[in-house]
C-alpha cells in the first residue's frame, strides 16, 4: 500500500519554464490538497478538490492551477515558474465522510528550486 | 480567518527532558485540533488529534489538551528522545461547513534532541 506518491522529489527550473507535479493515492480518498512549505510559513494550502473533476482555489493560489481528472491523482501545474515558487510542496489526501474529523495523509514532498 | 501560533523554534533539549510546545489558534465555531510531526526528509504524519473542549489526545508519549477557554493545544511530552528529533505542526480544521477538512497549519517548531 503506497499511500501518497509525489513524482518528482526534486526538480530544479529556470524562470519561466513550466512544469507539473503529480500526486497519486491509492487510498480511494474523495479529498486531495495541494500545500507548499516554506521556512518560518508552515504550510499553505494552494488548491485542493472534493472530488473527481472538481477544484478550488486554497490560501496562496497564484501562479499555479490543477487538475483531477481521475480520482487517484492531483496535478499541480506551474505554467511559467518564478523565484517565488521554491518551495517543497506537498500532496495529500482525506476521506470525505461530512462531519467526521478527516486525518490528512501526506505525500514525502517535491522540492522545487527556480532560477 | 483562522489562525495557528507556535512557540518560535528551534528547540534543544537533552536526552529525558521535559518538552513543551506551545499553540494557541484562533478560529470561529468549534474546530478540531491536530499536532503533526515531520521527520527529516519525510512527509507529515499525525501525531495526535482532539475534538472538542478538554479532550486529551495521545500518542507515543506525547500528549496535548484542547482548552478551549485559552484557546491552546500545548505540545508535551514527558521524556525527549534523540528519535524525537523532527519539525512539530499544530494545526486546526474546522470540519462543517464548507471547510472540507482543510487544515490551517502553524508555521512549525523545530526540535533537535541531543543524547
Known amino acids: 500500500n503506497a499511500g501518497v506518491t509525489q513524482t518528482p522529489k526534486f526538480r530544479v527550473l529556470k524562470t519561466g519554464q513550466s512544469m507539473t507535479l503529480l500526486c497519486a493515492q491509492d487510498m480511494n480518498h474523495e479529498y486531495m490538497y495541494w500545500y507548499r512549505q516554506d521556512p518560518g510559513m508552515g504550510l499553505r494550502l494552494i488548491h485542493y478538490s472534493v472530488g473527481e473533476g472538481t477544484t478550488a482555489k486554497g490560501e496562496v493560489p497564484d501562479g499555479y492551477n490543477v487538475s483531477r481528472l481521475k480520482k487517484q491523482n492531483f496535478l499541480l501545474g506551474l505554467e511559467s515558474a518564478a523565484p517565488s515558487q521554491t518551495s517543497v510542496y506537498f500532496c495529500?489526501?482525506?476521506?470525505?465522510?461530512?462531519?467526521?474529523?478527516?486525518?490528512?495523509?501526506f505525500g514525502e514532498g517535491s522540492r522545487l528550486t527556480v532560477l | 480567518g483562522d489562525s495557528v501560533t507556535q512557540m518560535e523554534g528551534p528547540v534543544t533539549l537533552s536526552e529525558e527532558a521535559f518538552l513543551t510546545i506551545n499553540c494557541t489558534y484562533t478560529?470561529?465555531?468549534?474546530?478540531?485540533l491536530f499536532w503533526y510531526v515531520q521527520y527529516p526528509g519525510e512527509g507529515l504524519q499525525l501525531l495526535l488529534k482532539a475534538t472538542k473542549a478538554d479532550d486529551k489526545g495521545s500518542n507515543k508519549g506525547f500528549e496535548a489538551t484542547y482548552r478551549k477557554e485559552t484557546t491552546s493545544f500545548h505540545l508535551e511530552k514527558g521524556s525527549v528522545q534523540v528519535s524525537d528529533s523532527a519539525v512539530y505542526f499544530c494545526a486546526l480544521s474546522n470540519a462543517g461547513g464548507t471547510s472540507y477538512g482543510k487544515l490551517t497549519f502553524g508555521q512549525g517548531t523545530i526540535l533537535t534532541v541531543h543524547p
Open positions: 495529500a489526501s482525506s476521506y470525505s465522510a461530512p462531519r467526521l474529523i478527516r486525518e490528512l495523509f
Open positions: 478560529a470561529t465555531g468549534y474546530p478540531s
